[in-house]
T-cell receptor, first 109, second 114 residues
């Protein structure tokens, strides 16, 4: 079967750095997405990785290792507004998105 | 720029009632999707459409029907609502699924079945 694993919840301090991990087992791989979802709101696109390595976009970076079936989202200089759920999703061989359950990130002052 | 609009935002139904959830997008996207989101689970695909007049089943299609009569609209129907269909429903749209085209989501419909 297809599976995406993420930690359920993480806590970090304002101004710090946090890394959210995602491991996947899917039938084929056509890219990995990270989305942010604030409570009661729609998911919004953060990043896309299809090749191994690090993609940096401002305070957010995303890393991919296809051989290890592993990705992480790195958030720097954490702000209170970063409190949200972070969803990892993999596009499989049929170009369907398989979603993880999400990681709820709690930022403390 | 509205993006993806879902109506209604909230609804309470009794078991056995039927209803239709509406989704409209103004981004000229070919692909549209209906997901449900339940606590502790990832988004699960109900049905999707790759163009006007076409629909296909996703991971959890039972109890739902869809129609895509116009490119900008994608309707999700519940034929006979059951408590197990209590969920948050998200509509999304995108350009064809090649490369890094992200899906754009509506704000969701919170549906409770009593």
């Amino acid at each position: 079967g297809q599976n995406i694993d993420q930690p359920t919840e993480m806590t970090a301090t304002e101004g710090a750095i946090v890394q959210i991990n995602c491991t996947y087992q899917t039938s084929g791989f056509n890219g990995l997405f990270w989305y942010q979802q604030h409570a009661g709101e729609a998911p919004t696109f953060l990043s896309y990785n299809v090749l191994d390595g690090l993609e940096e976009k401002g305070r957010f970076s995303s890393f991919l290792s296809r051989s290890k079936g592993y990705s992480y989202l790195l958030l720097k200089e954490l702000q209170m507004k970063d409190s949200a759920s972070y969803l990892c999703a993999v596009k499989d061989s049929n170009y369907q998105l398989i979603w993880g359950a999400g990681t709820k990130l709690i930022i403390k002052p | 720029n509205a993006g993806v609009t879902q109506t209604p935002k909230f609804r309470v139904l009794k078991t056995g009632q039927s209803m239709t959830l509406l989704c409209a997008q103004d981004m000229n996207h070919e692909y549209m999707y209906w997901y449900r989101q339940d606590p502790g689970m990832g988004l699960r695909l109900i049905h999707y459409s790759v163009g006007e007049g076409t629909t296909a089943k996703g991971e959890v299609p039972d109890g739902y029907n869809v129609s895509r009569l116009k490119k900008q609209n994608f309707l999700l129907g519940l034929e006979s609502a059951a408590p197990s269909q209590t969920s948050v429903y998200f509509c999304a749209s995108s350009f064809p699924e090649v490369g890094n085209q992200p899906q754009h989501f509506g704000d969701g419909t919170r549906l409770s079945i009593l």
